[in-house]
């Protein structure tokens, strides 16, 4: 069982809960916020409806962990594994090993920020009104890639905009990841020392025309790219960022998630996907044992140090967690087979890519705020009904099955989940004080009426 939550700008939350091997949705519901006392009715009737789940996928939030100790304990019986998602696992080291010196880093960068977008603020009035010459002059020192003299004549402003802009469009020089996986400033920190040393050789190619509107803009370029590059706090902090990220893409390397796609590849059978497990194992090992030895070591760097210690300090709160992916499984006539569970919750997360992805088509927004706010959670479950196996075993193999299927399921209710589906229609109906305003609230304090009443209240007893 795979569960996790997504939301749109820490609004308009959706909890869903996947069969993780047939990568069926099994109940979707919106929620206020993703928190235990929300999520865990919705667990339990799962369970009581289609069984006990041989192991838990989720997140390493401690809502997510108490849902899934929740359910252990009203079955003491039963064997049920609980998995720490390896990409969760590293993201969150990640953040804790980066996220101080990447900040940092980005109080340096700002005021840069800042004079480059004035800078290319000052072109537009700089540059001649004739599109056709100022085209012509970018295109003519472009295709020259052996000489970096410029004109300097007002087209060649154009080209110290295009410049500057290189620099803030920093992130093509990524790999559209996010934070911790990419690092947006040190991206555009190695953008400016480069620019730094451009513009320098291009000012030095260009030195008998000191006097042009052109070359006095390069000059502020570089002047504001060089004043970064000299600042020795960045440096300093740049150093250490990127010794601690070079520790930090050894565990992603130790952990195999580089690889997804030669992952898919070279796994077909389950015996070379549990030996695969292994060898990921035994990596990951031997890097806990290089960064043990690191911190016993007397010449290892105080920043690499630290996120030693953070990420030893993740390996021994999850690492019983991260293992045991390989789980027999008995049939109905009790024949036991091997199956190997997912490393990672990236099943929710596609499922949830897909969905916005469908929504954002749909609507032509890119923010989904309203449309995950009004959107009916049971909605996620139309997504296996492209599923044959599903159709056959829900539907009758068809969905022209499906009216008689809801009145039948409405109007007689299994008498094994009777008891169960009106405690959970109860415990869904609850409204948890989660500090979000819920939109059938919103309607009432914006009303004509509401408003006119606080006024009258305001004005006539205050």
Same mark, same amino acid.
């Given at each position: 069982?795979?569960? #996790?939550?997504?939301?749109?700008? =820490?609004?308009? /939350?959706?909890?869903?809960?996947?069969?993780?091997?047939?990568?069926?949705? %099994?109940?979707?519901?919106?929620?206020?916020?993703?928190?235990?006392?929300?999520?865990?009715?919705?667990?339990?009737?799962? %369970?009581?409806?289609?069984?006990?789940?041989?192991?838990?996928?989720?997140?390493?939030?401690? *809502?997510?962990?108490?849902?899934?100790?929740?359910?252990?304990?009203?079955?003491?019986?039963?064997?049920?594994?609980?998995?720490?998602?390896?990409?969760?696992?590293?993201?969150?080291?990640?953040?804790?090993?980066?996220?101080?010196?990447?900040?940092?880093?980005?109080?340096?960068?700002?005021?840069?920020?800042?004079?480059?977008?004035?800078?290319?603020?000052?072109?537009?009035?700089?540059?001649?009104?004739?599109?056709?010459?100022? &085209?012509?002059?970018?295109?003519?020192?472009?295709?020259?890639?052996?000489?970096?003299?410029?004109?300097?004549?007002?087209? +060649?402003?154009?080209? @110290?905009?295009?410049?500057?802009?290189?620099?803030?469009?920093?992130?093509?020089?990524?790999?559209?990841?996010?934070?911790?996986?990419?690092?947006?400033?040190?991206?555009?920190?190695?953008?400016?020392?480069?620019?730094?040393? @451009?513009?320098?050789?291009?000012?030095?190619?260009?030195?008998?025309?000191?006097?042009?509107?052109?070359?006095?803009?390069?000059?502020?370029?570089?002047?504001?790219?060089?004043?970064?590059?000299?600042?020795?706090?960045?440096?300093?902090?740049?150093?250490?960022?990127?010794?601690? $990220? =070079?520790?930090?893409?050894?565990?992603?390397?130790?952990?195999?998630?580089?690889?997804? @796609?030669?992952?898919?590849?070279?796994?077909? /059978?389950?015996?070379?996907?549990?030996?695969?497990?292994?060898?990921?194992? !035994?990596?990951? &090992?031997?890097? %806990?044992?290089?960064?043990?030895?690191?911190?016993?070591?007397?010449?290892?760097?105080?920043?690499?140090?630290? &996120?030693?210690? @953070?990420?030893?300090?993740?390996?021994?709160?999850? $690492?019983?967690?991260?293992?045991?992916?390989?789980?027999?499984?008995? #049939?109905?006539?009790?024949?036991?087979?091997?199956?190997?569970?997912?490393?990672?919750?990236?099943?929710?997360? *596609?499922?949830?890519?897909?969905?916005?992805?469908?929504?954002?088509?749909?609507?032509?927004?890119?923010?989904?705020?309203?449309?995950?706010?009004?959107?009916?959670?049971?909605?996620?479950?139309?997504?296996?009904? !492209?599923?044959?196996?599903?159709? +056959?075993?829900?539907?009758?193999? +068809?969905?022209?099955?499906?009216?008689?299927?809801?009145?039948?399921?409405?109007?007689?209710?299994?008498?094994?989940?009777?008891?169960?589906?009106?405690?959970?229609?109860?415990?869904?109906?609850?409204?948890?004080?989660?500090?979000?305003?819920?939109?059938?609230?919103?309607?009432?304090?914006?009303?004509?009426?509401?408003?006119?009443?606080?006024?009258?209240?305001?004005?006539?007893?205050?």
């Amino acid at each position: 069982m795979l569960f #996790d939550s997504t939301c749109e700008d =820490g609004s308009g /939350s959706l909890f869903t809960v996947l069969a993780g091997w047939r990568n069926w949705v %099994v109940g979707s519901w919106r929620q206020s916020t993703e928190n235990a006392n929300e999520m865990l009715p919705h667990v339990k009737y799962l %369970v009581e409806a289609l069984g006990v789940p041989l192991a838990f996928m989720k997140d390493l939030s401690n *809502q997510g962990q108490y849902v899934a100790e929740e359910i252990i304990k009203t079955h003491p019986d039963a064997e049920i594994r609980i998995f720490a998602c390896h990409f969760h696992f590293v993201q969150d080291i990640g953040k804790d090993v980066l996220h101080g010196d990447h900040n940092d880093l980005k109080s340096y960068i700002g005021d840069t920020k800042k004079e480059l977008a004035r800078l290319i603020r000052d072109t537009r009035e700089k540059v001649t009104d004739d599109p056709e010459s100022v &085209a012509r002059t970018v295109d003519n020192w472009l295709s020259n890639p052996d000489s970096i003299v410029l004109t300097m004549n007002s087209d +060649s402003v154009a080209v @110290i905009r295009y410049l500057s802009q290189w620099v803030l469009d920093c992130s093509q020089d990524g790999n559209d990841g996010r934070f911790p996986f990419e690092l947006p400033h040190l991206l555009f920190y190695d953008r400016a020392v480069r620019m730094s040393t @451009i513009s320098k050789a291009i000012i030095k190619a260009n030195k008998n025309d000191e006097h042009t509107t052109a070359y006095s803009l390069l000059l502020k370029l570089c002047k504001i790219t060089t004043a970064l590059v000299k600042n020795r706090f960045a440096k300093k902090i740049v150093d250490a960022l990127r010794s601690k $990220n =070079g520790l930090f893409a050894r565990l992603r390397a130790a952990l195999h998630l580089e690889k997804k @796609i030669v992952i898919e590849d070279a796994c077909k /059978s389950v015996e070379e996907r549990i030996e695969f497990q292994k060898n990921v194992k !035994k990596d990951f &090992a031997d890097y %806990v044992s290089e960064l043990r030895g690191m911190l016993l070591s007397s010449k290892t760097e105080v920043c690499v140090r630290i &996120a030693a210690s @953070i990420i030893i300090k993740h390996v021994d709160k999850y $690492n019983d967690e991260l293992w045991g992916h390989d789980i027999l499984v008995s #049939d109905l006539a009790g024949n036991t087979s091997m199956r190997v569970a997912e490393r990672t919750n990236i099943l929710c997360e *596609q499922f949830f890519s897909i969905i916005k992805s469908n929504e954002r088509r749909r609507s032509g927004r890119k923010n989904l705020f309203w449309e995950l706010t009004i959107r009916p959670a049971a909605t996620s479950l139309v997504e296996n009904l !492209k599923d044959e196996e599903y159709l +056959s075993l829900v539907c009758g193999g +068809s969905i022209n099955n499906l009216p008689s299927l809801f009145a039948e399921l409405e109007n007689n209710p299994p008498s094994s989940l009777g008891e169960q589906l009106a405690d959970y229609r109860k415990s869904a109906d609850k409204v948890f004080d989660s500090g979000r305003l819920p939109r059938n609230d919103a309607k009432i304090i914006r009303s004509d009426a509401f408003i006119t009443k606080v006024g009258l209240i305001e004005t006539n007893f205050t």
